[in-house]
């Protein structure tokens, strides 16, 4: 890959483009009709001594290379091609790599990964054998100074529809390929559009004639019977014993399919519960082709649940509908990592903040934050409270990257939402957009001053290996207080922070088998973990259809459902202090305290049973050593913890 910087070729590139001509239209008298939107994306600039921009790049690739690498998390740029050809090829379980279209001048591409937060769904590279391509390459910025001009506002709506149309469509041919060869799948694509409805849009309401199906890929439906003069207060209504029929729907259901069974209208009305996007299919497109009908019939039929799409029902269970709404509303069913607390096993020591706050330097959790009461299982009378502190949730579609205005904040290769330092201004902007407070501005660290004119220089080995000492005695030793951080007060040269899932920590070193987050790890009970949220909310995961795909990640596992580790720790708790406790009793009784084990010796049973409970003391002792530990991979502290409650059982019981 080759840069360009000639600011000449970059504008005449861009002139080339017709999507983004418009950004250096001039009028008649010479003058960029653009002009400051130009600058800042073409040439940068500078805003009280902060750089901002410039957004785009000029480069070319020569026969063969790659321009985007399938499978990886680059949501911050996407491309336009000025001139070249390029293939695109995606990997097949029987061919391997597969080329599957090429893209013309003029087009843009990635983009999708920008606009829907996903990996990339293809490989890009220029043609073998063809010309070097130049690429115009824009950053998320970007994005929102060019879609104001129309064709490129077009353009870009035209793109991301078809690419939901085309990846919809896919993902049916895979669940059923056996119902769906080729032509039905295509036949099906002429005949749908695929829409994105907004927050509170009523798709249909009780009466109206079924005249479409609706495919969910994205989001969330309300659907109410018996309470459509308002269909928002139907939760009030079901407290007071009336009969309304109410749920809600998530992506890869099908509503309409009643349709065909003879019924013409809606007994339902249904509301968008937040941005969705769906896959509609007009019914009397699909009654003209008998065969396309089967076989949507037939895979809809695979699911066992497609009874209960004809209707909702009254809500058996009022906290579980509680839960439920409050878990999609509040936008958690749709984050990509979440971190829970369970309230029932947190002891509210801190350790989790103070741990977060070792590794990072300042404490990335706030133990605050959206509180939910839930059943244990849909049907249960137990009651679970759940605490989602104000901590990163690495939202799917995350709002804190809309405003940035250098990109600084972005999802980084390993499917994180991280913030660049270096890029970073301190605008505050992602701060004011995080819906969940999870975003912190602190002062910017400064580099160490310089001592009597010359540089400062790192510590030597000897000046290192007293660091540990001194922050040991001062630890344990010193009768002083602790001292508080001072409150942030100054308004520039700030810095934002958030949590980054304990990337480029010693926590997480290259060729680690498994992620490990600073505050799971040093909770003591296991009240804290990071979930998928689909799967750890029962009540929403019994919402998703059947061609719903998840492609969350760096999940950690569910040990408040199963945790086999701890299992195995109480199993062999017990039997330790079973066996060795009752080893104890019975060398007592049998030879007791005082009588000599073995000839010629000093090793009494009360020798035996002093020692075994003095080591027992130790260990039980050294648990606040290893609660120290914050920065390296040890073991999650509960399992250690475990290990401290048994032996130090033991050691009370044979001392005793």
């Known amino acids: 890959m080759n840069e360009i910087t000639n600011h000449d070729r970059i504008i005449d590139a861009i002139k080339g483009v017709d999507i983004v001509a418009n950004l250096v239209e001039q009028q008649p008298n010479g003058e960029f009709k653009n002009e400051l939107d130009m600058d800042v994306i073409i040439f940068g600039r500078n805003y009280n001594n902060k750089q901002v921009g410039p957004y785009v790049r000029l480069l070319e690739f020569q026969s063969n290379e790659t321009i985007i690498e399938r499978g990886t998390w680059e949501t911050s740029i996407f491309f336009v091609l000025v001139e070249g050809k390029l293939e695109a090829y995606v990997e097949d379980d029987t061919e391997g790599e597969k080329k599957v279209g090429e893209i013309a001048p003029g087009n843009s591409f990635g983009e999708m990964a920008v606009l829907a937060g996903i990996q990339r769904s293809a490989t890009v590279k220029v043609a073998s054998g063809s010309k070097p391509a130049l690429v115009l390459e824009f950053t998320r910025p970007a994005l929102r100074l060019l879609r104001k001009f129309p064709k490129f506002g077009k353009a870009l709506d035209r793109s991301y529809r078809n690419y939901g149309l085309g990846l919809m469509l896919n993902e049916i041919k895979e669940f059923d390929p056996q119902n769906f060869d080729g032509d039905l799948i295509k036949r099906l694509g002429d005949a749908a559009r695929f829409v994105v409805y907004e927050k509170n849009h009523v798709l249909f309401r009780t009466g109206d004639p079924i005249n479409r199906l609706v495919f969910m890929r ?47 209208e809606w007994k339902y009305s249904a509301t968008v519960m937040g941005r969705a996007e769906v896959l509609e299919v007009a019914v009397a497109r699909l009654q003209s082709q008998p065969d396309l009908t089967r076989a949507i019939i037939s895979t809809l039929s695979r699911d066992s649940s497609v009874e209960n799409l004809l209707k909702p029902m009254t809500p058996a269970n009022r906290k579980t509908l509680n839960s439920t709404k409050r878990e999609i509303e509040t936008g958690l069913a749709d984050t990509g990592n979440l971190l829970i607390m369970d309230m029932d096993l947190c002891v509210r020591c801190g350790n989790c903040s103070l741990a977060c706050h070792k590794v990072h330097g300042q404490s990335r959790l706030l133990r605050r934050g959206i509180h939910i009461e839930r059943p244990v299982k849909p049907a249960s009378s137990f009651i679970q409270s759940v605490l989602v502190p104000s901590v990163c949730l690495h939202c799917k579609d995350p709002e804190c990257m809309t405003g940035c205005p250098t990109g600084a904040i972005a999802r980084f290769p390993d499917g994180q939402v991280d913030i660049d330092p270096v890029t970073c201004i301190g605008c505050g902007d992602c701060a004011t957009q995080c819906p969940y407070n999870a975003i912190s501005m602190i002062p910017r660290p400064e580099t160490r001053p310089a001592r009597n004119g010359k540089e400062a220089t790192a ?51 290259s060729g680690a088998s498994r992620k490990a987050y600073s505050c799971e790890e040093n909770c003591p009970t296991g009240a804290l973990v990071r979930v998928n949220p689909r799967e750890y909310f029962s009540e929403v995961k019994n919402t998703v259809g059947l061609i719903y795909k998840d492609q969350t990640h760096a999940i950690g596992r569910n040990i408040h459902k199963s945790d086999p580790l701890s299992t195995a720790w109480h199993i062999f708790g017990i039997l330790l202090v079973a066996v060795f406790g009752g080893a104890a009793l019975w060398g007592t009784i049998r030879y007791t305290q005082d009588a000599l084990l073995l000839p010629d010796s000093w090793l009494t049973m009360r020798w035996l049973t002093g020692l075994v409970g003095l080591l027992g003391i130790v260990w039980t002792m050294a648990y606040s050593f290893r609660k120290q530990v914050y920065r390296r991979r040890v073991g999650a502290l509960r399992y250690w913890m475990l290990s401290h409650i048994y032996l130090g059982v033991l050691a009370g019981f044979v001392l005793l």
């Not at 928002?232 to 809600?248: C, E, Q, S, T, Y």
């Open 459 to 509: 510590p030597n080995f000897f000046q290192k290996s007293l660091i540990p000492a001194r922050q040991f005695y001062n630890r344990f030793f010193s009768l002083s207080p602790p001292v508080l951080p001072e409150a942030v007060t100054q308004t520039d040269n700030l810095l934002a922070v958030k949590c980054n899932l304990c990337q480029g920590t010693s926590l997480n070193p």
């Open 218 to 264: 994205n989001g969330w439906i309300q659907r109410v019977s018996g309470a459509d003069f308002n269909p928002n207060v139907a939760d009030l209504l079901v407290d007071v014993g009336k009969n309304i029929g109410l749920d809600f729907l998530g992506a890869g259901n099908c509503l309409g399919v009643e349709a065909f069974n003879g019924q013409k």
